[in-house]
């Protein structure tokens, strides 16, 4: 071994380059959350092949006082923070004062900027390793203009592990995305190859900010999401939160935002997943853009070069606030919040095809079997009647009648029955195989799953059975003895009121030894190693656990799908207004409990484009 040596101080940059400036995309993010700390209120960006031969960064913000700019380019040189406060509670999303240094080590910039609004400032221009930066007078508006050349020029091998040039500009511009989202006030533009790619103007208002997130998120997302806002205990939760229905192959479009920061959190995705469990179809991601914001000095931002890392002082406080938000939220959504159009779309767009509604071939002239196929009694007549006198109010779909016929005349219900409101699901009309509910409401057709809606129902009210009081504990005959690390033992002996109202009865018996001597009556004592130990690991890893609950509620999912009606069995008019009915009042109950839609909806438009109307 040699001797120990200081590094020299362009290796050292260098190095820190490594951690820092990973493909183009790295350059635009540290660039443009530079020019957002410093008050800009419009961004530029300029790109040329991929990133890789020119990124070009302006902005109208402050600008560097020209006696700083010798200091621009040094590394651990910044404004943002000052003493030792200021780093436990980071309020600027750049701190550290490595990139500028970083990104000309491995480059050729051009820095140009002026603090004040007489046109007239500075530039420093530095070539890569050699650092030999020069500062000269410069004609420029207030704010600042980065020109990054030359990418990794005088590092080949880091550059021959860039990839093509639109694999690294799509990195580029998701990473644009991420930082709009975040700054919706800010006007900001896109630009490859001189092609403009984003023209993002300010959103000060609602309207405008819904603008952006449909442009970044497409409209798509925009017509299946919830909006969030939440506040409690010092903690606020906004944003956008997609539909179960509009679940993703890829966690590809989930943005969540602490203090402003884009952040991918191992507490938050949990917390986000455990909300989703009882509603997601297996495999699927949900899809957010949620903001959660929180006193700075509550969370530690300087635990990842990159700062996609954050750590929260109180973990568990911070799972426990989002899980239970959102849980909230997903589960209060009904039948009536939802919009009006077709609840499968996402599904289909995805590639699950076999969720997708029932759609005719145009010209078709009947289904296979007949009308007699509709539950063996067709659409007759005194059926549809049997309706409307089952479930009066009935009602008339919303579309202008011919001149001098009224609204009763061409349904054939009465003034009094028209007038009466509409329920969001409608009235059933018919029985589909036995499978199917078919009902008429406001906008068109409510097609229903009735084993999986009713499935739902079920299950919720087994839930809220066991949940309206404590778990009832079975005491073992003999004590299950677990050997577990003294951490875990701590854990158990720490949360004993925790695993007490779960229905565990737990005691340590020593430092690596624990006792179970009673389990939840639901559970059995079958799973209990496995299921205290997992418990134990969520606790350690998340400071929160719902081991226990999620196996309560696959017991419960799977008696809800024995105790519900089975597809086959022909049901009465009443008794499907009467499930239609109990889905609007139940919670989740667009969704079975494996994360299936239960119902979809046709308009009257979407049935006027199946039958060509109006062309």
């Avoid at 190095?15 to 957002?36: F, H, M, Q, T």
């Avoid at 959660?292 to 799972?319: I, M, Y």
Wanted: a negative charge.
């Amino acid at each position: 071994m040699s001797r120990i040596q200081r590094l020299d101080i362009r290796l050292a940059n260098q190095i820190a380059a490594g951690e820092v400036v990973e493909r183009p995309a790295s350059v635009v993010k540290e660039l443009v959350e530079n020019a957002l700390d410093a008050g800009s209120t419009r961004i530029d960006i300029d790109i040329e092949q991929g990133g890789v031969k020119l990124i070009r960064v302006r902005d109208n913000g402050d600008g560097i006082h020209a006696d700083d700019l010798p200091l621009a380019l040094l590394r651990h040189a910044t404004s943002k923070i000052h003493d030792l406060e200021d780093l436990e509670a980071v309020a600027t999303l750049g701190f550290r004062g490595e990139a500028l240094a970083s990104i000309a080590s491995v480059s050729r910039l051009t820095l140009s900027t002026s603090a004040n609004d007489s046109g007239v400032g500075h530039s420093v221009v530095s070539e890569g390793r050699d650092m030999a930066a020069v500062i000269a007078a410069a004609a420029h508006a207030r704010g600042t203009t980065v020109e990054v050349r030359d990418l990794f020029f005088n590092t080949p091998a880091r550059r021959k592990f860039l990839k093509t040039e639109q694999t690294e500009f799509s990195h580029l511009e998701e990473t644009v995305k991420r930082l709009a989202l975040a700054n919706p006030d800010v006007a900001l533009s896109l630009s490859h190859n001189g092609r403009q790619i984003h023209g993002l103007r300010a959103a000060t208002e609602e309207l405008e900010w819904r603008r952006r997130l449909t442009s970044l998120c497409g409209p798509a997302f925009m017509e299946h999401a919830m909006p969030v806002q939440i506040e409690h205990s010092g903690l606020q939760l906004r944003g956008w939160l997609g539909l179960p229905t509009f679940s993703r192959a890829q966690a590809d479009l989930q943005y969540f935002y602490v203090n402003g920061r884009m952040v991918r959190d191992r507490v938050v995705t949990h917390a986000v997943r455990q909300a989703y469990a009882d509603v997601l179809f297996h495999g699927r991601h949900p899809a957010y853009v949620l903001f959660f914001e929180l006193d700075p000095g509550a969370v530690d931002v300087n635990v990842h070069p990159t700062k996609h890392e954050v750590r929260f002082r109180e973990q568990r406080h911070v799972h426990d606030f989002l899980y239970r938000s959102l849980h909230r939220v997903i589960a209060e959504l009904k039948p009536q919040d939802q919009a009006p159009t077709d609840t499968a779309t996402a599904f289909q767009a995805e590639g699950m095809r076999e969720q997708a509604p029932l759609a005719l071939p145009v010209g078709s002239g009947s289904f296979t079997g007949g009308l007699a196929s509709f539950s063996g009694n067709g659409m007759a007549s005194d059926r549809i009647a049997e309706s409307r006198a089952a479930y009066a109010p009935a009602f008339a779909f919303q579309r202008p009648v011919a001149q001098g016929m009224s609204t009763a005349a061409s349904t054939g219900m009465s003034a009094e029955q028209t007038a009466g409101e509409v329920p969001p699901l409608g009235f059933a009309m018919a029985q589909l195989h036995g499978i199917y509910i078919l009902a008429q409401n406001a906008e068109g057709m409510i097609v229903v799953d009735m084993h999986a809606a009713h499935e739902r129902i079920t299950y919720e009210r087994l839930k809220s059975s066991i949940d309206n009081g404590a778990l009832a504990s079975q005491p073992l005959l003999v004590p299950l003895s677990l050997a577990i690390s003294t951490r875990e033992a701590d854990l158990a002996e720490n949360e004993q009121a925790f695993f007490n109202r779960l229905g565990f009865e737990l005691e340590r018996m020593g430092p690596e030894t624990l006792l179970v001597r009673a389990v939840p009556v639901i559970l059995g004592q079958a799973r209990a190693e496995a299921l205290v130990r997992d418990v134990l690991a969520d606790l350690a890893v998340h400071g929160q656990t719902r081991r226990i609950e999620e196996t309560q509620n696959e017991l419960l999912a799977t008696m809800a799908c024995h105790g519900s009606v089975r597809a086959g069995r022909t049901l009465g008019i009443a008794e499907m207004n009467a499930l239609l009915r109990d889905m609007e009042a139940t919670e989740r109950s667009g969704q079975c409990n494996h994360g299936r839609p239960t119902w979809t909806r046709l308009t009257l438009s979407d049935l006027d484009k199946l039958f060509l109307r109006g062309r």
